[in-house]
C-alpha cells in the first residue's frame, strides 16, 4: 500500500489477503481499536499453550480415573475445568463416549464450530465442504477416508455442533496400555481420535 | 437463509484432505486475521451470530473459493463498518479520517488471558419450561426463514427424539438480527440416519443436532 493516489482502479481493496489484513490491522492500530500486543498474545495463545495436548489430559485422566470419567460424562464442562481448561469456545462441553459398539464423530455442518479449549484451533480440512457436508450422510465413507474402516454392526453417533454446545469425543483406551501411566497414555491421544476420525493407537514398543 | 454454507448432505465436494503435521496458522496474515477478529469483536459491537451470518452473506462462489480467515477478514470488515467503529471510506484508503479520535484498545494484550479463560456464554440463567423432555419424538419445523438460523435443512420436516435438555440459550436466529436473546431451551434430536437420508442409510446410525426449542414441533 503505497499511501494515496487518485487512479480509477475500483479495487480499492487489495486482493491479496495478506495485504488486505495488514491494511486492516494498520487502520485498526492507528484509530486505537486494537493492539497489535494483544495479537501477538493471541496468536501465541493458539500457537503454543492451547491444544489438543489439553484434550489429551483429560481423556488419559478418564482412562485412569472411573470417577472422573463419570463425571466427565456427566458434565464435560465442570470436569474439564478440574483438569484447569475451559472458557473460549470450551463454555459449555459435553463429552460423548466411544465404546466398542458405539463410535461418535464430532462435525460443524454450518460453519466451523469446535472444542477449542481442549483442541485448539481446527485443522483446515475440518472447516473443509468436503467433510461438512458429508460426515452426517456418509461418516462411515469419511472415515474409510481417514483409514477407519467400522464394522457394520458398530453403531455410529454423529454429532451436529449446532448450538454452543462443543463436543469431545473420549476414545477408547487402546489394549496393551495397562501400565503406562496418566501422562504416558496422554501422549497417545491425537486430536483426530478426540474428533473422532481416528482410533487412539499404541505406536510399536510403546506399550508396557 | 438457504445458503451454501449449509452445507449437511451435499455429496459433490470431494474427499477430505487431511494435511500431515499441519501449523496452525499457514501464514502469517491468518494469525493476524484470527487475532484481529477477537480484538475487534472485544468492543462487544457485534454478535457471533451475527458475524457468523455477515460470513453466510458472502456470494457463495465466494464463500467457497475464498480462505478460511478471509472470509473472517470480509465480515469482521463488514461489522467494523456497520458499527461505526470505522467508516467505509477508512476501509478502502486504509487509514483514519483527519477527524478520526483515538481509541483506547478495548482488549489490550494483558486482558487476552483473561478474555480466553472467561469465554463468552450463550446460556442463560432464567426459569423457563422446557416445551419438550428427553425421550419426547419431536419433528423440526420445516422454516425457511431468510436471516441466520442454525437449523440445518437436511433436518427440516425430520422426526427425532429429544436425547437430552442442554438448558437455556440465547436465540441464533433473533440474535444474529439484533431482535433480542429470546432465551429458550435447547437440545440434542436425535435422528436415525434412516429418517434423514432413506432406507440405503444403516440402520443403526444416527445424527444428533442441537435445536432450539422454536425449531421443534410435536408429533
Same mark, same amino acid.
Request: glycine share 8%; with cysteine.
Given at each position: 500500500?503505497?499511501?494515496?493516489?487518485?487512479?480509477?482502479?475500483?479495487?480499492?481493496?487489495?486482493?491479496?489477503?495478506?495485504?488486505?489484513?495488514?491494511?486492516?490491522?494498520?487502520?485498526?492500530?492507528?484509530?486505537?481499536?486494537?493492539?497489535?500486543?494483544?495479537?501477538?498474545?493471541?496468536?501465541?495463545?493458539?500457537?503454543?499453550?492451547?491444544?489438543?495436548?489439553?484434550?489429551?489430559?483429560?481423556?488419559?485422566?478418564?482412562?485412569?480415573?472411573?470417577?472422573?470419567?463419570?463425571?466427565?460424562?456427566?458434565?464435560?464442562?465442570?470436569?474439564?475445568?478440574?483438569?484447569?481448561?475451559?472458557?473460549?469456545?470450551?463454555?459449555?462441553?459435553?463429552?460423548?463416549?466411544?465404546?466398542?459398539?458405539?463410535?461418535?464423530?464430532?462435525?460443524?455442518?454450518?460453519?466451523?464450530?469446535?472444542?477449542?479449549?481442549?483442541?485448539?484451533?481446527?485443522?483446515?480440512?475440518?472447516?473443509?465442504?468436503?467433510?461438512?457436508?458429508?460426515?452426517?450422510?456418509?461418516?462411515?465413507?469419511?472415515?474409510?477416508?481417514?483409514?477407519?474402516?467400522?464394522?457394520?454392526?458398530?453403531?455410529?453417533?454423529?454429532?451436529?455442533?449446532?448450538?454452543?454446545?462443543?463436543?469431545?469425543?473420549?476414545?477408547?483406551?487402546?489394549?496393551?496400555?495397562?501400565?503406562?501411566?496418566?501422562?504416558?497414555?496422554?501422549?497417545?491421544?491425537?486430536?483426530?481420535?478426540?474428533?473422532?476420525?481416528?482410533?487412539?493407537?499404541?505406536?510399536?514398543?510403546?506399550?508396557? | @437463509?438457504?445458503?451454501?454454507?449449509?452445507?449437511?448432505? @451435499?455429496?459433490?465436494?470431494?474427499?477430505?484432505?487431511?494435511?500431515?503435521?499441519?501449523?496452525?496458522?499457514?501464514?502469517?496474515?491468518?494469525?493476524?486475521?484470527?487475532?484481529?477478529?477477537?480484538?475487534?469483536?472485544?468492543?462487544?459491537?457485534?454478535?457471533?451470530?451475527?458475524?457468523?451470518?455477515?460470513?453466510?452473506?458472502?456470494?457463495?462462489?465466494?464463500?467457497?473459493?475464498?480462505?478460511?480467515?478471509?472470509?473472517?477478514?470480509?465480515?469482521?470488515?463488514?461489522?467494523?463498518?456497520?458499527?461505526?467503529?470505522?467508516?467505509?471510506?477508512?476501509?478502502?484508503?486504509?487509514?483514519?479520517?483527519?477527524?478520526?479520535?483515538?481509541?483506547?484498545?478495548?482488549?489490550?494484550?494483558?486482558?487476552?488471558?483473561?478474555?480466553?479463560?472467561?469465554?463468552?456464554?450463550?446460556?442463560?440463567?432464567?426459569?423457563?419450561?422446557?416445551?419438550?423432555?428427553?425421550?419426547?419424538?419431536?419433528?423440526?419445523?420445516?422454516?425457511?426463514?431468510?436471516?441466520?438460523?442454525?437449523?440445518?435443512?437436511?433436518?427440516?420436516?425430520?422426526?427425532?427424539?429429544?436425547?437430552?435438555?442442554?438448558?437455556?440459550?440465547?436465540?441464533?436466529?433473533?440474535?444474529?438480527?439484533?431482535?433480542?436473546?429470546?432465551?429458550?431451551?435447547?437440545?440434542?434430536?436425535?435422528?436415525?440416519?434412516?429418517?434423514?437420508?432413506?432406507?440405503?442409510?444403516?440402520?443403526?446410525?444416527?445424527?444428533?443436532?442441537?435445536?432450539?426449542?422454536?425449531?421443534?414441533?410435536?408429533?
Amino acid at each position: 500500500m503505497s499511501g494515496h493516489d487518485h487512479s480509477h482502479d475500483h479495487q480499492a481493496v487489495p486482493s491479496d489477503p495478506a495485504l488486505r489484513v495488514k491494511a486492516l490491522e494498520s487502520l485498526l492500530t492507528e484509530k486505537g481499536l486494537v493492539d497489535p500486543k494483544a495479537l501477538d498474545a493471541l496468536i501465541d495463545t493458539y500457537e503454543t499453550k492451547v491444544g489438543p495436548r489439553n484434550g489429551a489430559q483429560v481423556v488419559a485422566r478418564a482412562w485412569v480415573d472411573p470417577s472422573y470419567k463419570a463425571r466427565l460424562l456427566a458434565d464435560g464442562t465442570s470436569a474439564i475445568a478440574e483438569v484447569g481448561y475451559g472458557g473460549a469456545q470450551g463454555e459449555h462441553m459435553v463429552v460423548v463416549e466411544n465404546t466398542p459398539q458405539v463410535h461418535n464423530l464430532i462435525v460443524c455442518t454450518l460453519c466451523s464450530c469446535y472444542p477449542w479449549s481442549v483442541l485448539g484451533l481446527p485443522p483446515v480440512w475440518y472447516k473443509s465442504a468436503p467433510y461438512r457436508s458429508r460426515a452426517v450422510i456418509d461418516p462411515r465413507g469419511i472415515l474409510r477416508e481417514f483409514g477407519l474402516d467400522l464394522a457394520e454392526g458398530v453403531e455410529v453417533r454423529v454429532w451436529d455442533s449446532t448450538a454452543e454446545l462443543r463436543y469431545l469425543v473420549l476414545p477408547e483406551r487402546p489394549a496393551g496400555t495397562e501400565a503406562l501411566d496418566e501422562a504416558a497414555l496422554a501422549a497417545l491421544v491425537t486430536r483426530d481420535a478426540m474428533i473422532g476420525t481416528a482410533k487412539v493407537c499404541v505406536p510399536a514398543g510403546a506399550a508396557a | @437463509m438457504n445458503g451454501v454454507h449449509d452445507m449437511g448432505g @451435499m455429496q459433490d465436494f470431494g474427499p477430505v484432505e487431511p494435511e500431515q503435521h499441519e501449523p496452525v496458522f499457514h501464514a502469517p496474515w491468518e494469525g493476524r486475521a484470527f487475532a484481529l477478529n477477537l480484538a475487534a469483536g472485544a468492543w462487544r459491537k457485534w454478535s457471533l451470530d451475527a458475524l457468523r451470518h455477515q460470513i453466510e452473506l458472502l456470494p457463495p462462489a465466494d464463500y467457497l473459493s475464498m480462505r478460511y480467515y478471509e472470509k473472517w477478514v470480509a465480515a469482521v470488515s463488514e461489522k467494523l463498518v456497520e458499527s461505526g467503529l470505522i467508516t467505509r471510506a477508512e476501509l478502502d484508503g486504509g487509514r483514519p479520517a483527519k477527524d478520526s479520535v483515538k481509541a483506547i484498545p478495548a482488549l489490550t494484550a494483558d486482558k487476552v488471558p483473561g478474555m480466553l479463560r472467561s469465554g463468552a456464554h450463550a446460556s442463560r440463567d432464567v426459569k423457563i419450561a422446557p416445551r419438550f423432555q428427553a425421550g419426547q419424538r419431536v419433528r423440526a419445523r420445516n422454516i425457511n426463514p431468510p436471516g441466520h438460523t442454525r437449523l440445518p435443512r437436511y433436518a427440516r420436516g425430520k422426526t427425532g427424539v429429544v436425547d437430552r435438555d442442554h438448558g437455556v440459550y440465547v436465540f441464533p436466529d433473533t440474535v444474529a438480527h439484533g431482535r433480542g436473546e429470546n432465551p429458550q431451551h435447547v437440545y440434542s434430536v436425535r435422528f436415525t440416519a434412516r429418517e434423514l437420508w432413506g432406507d440405503a442409510a444403516s440402520p443403526r446410525d444416527s445424527v444428533y443436532i442441537d435445536l432450539w426449542d422454536d425449531y421443534l414441533e410435536p408429533v
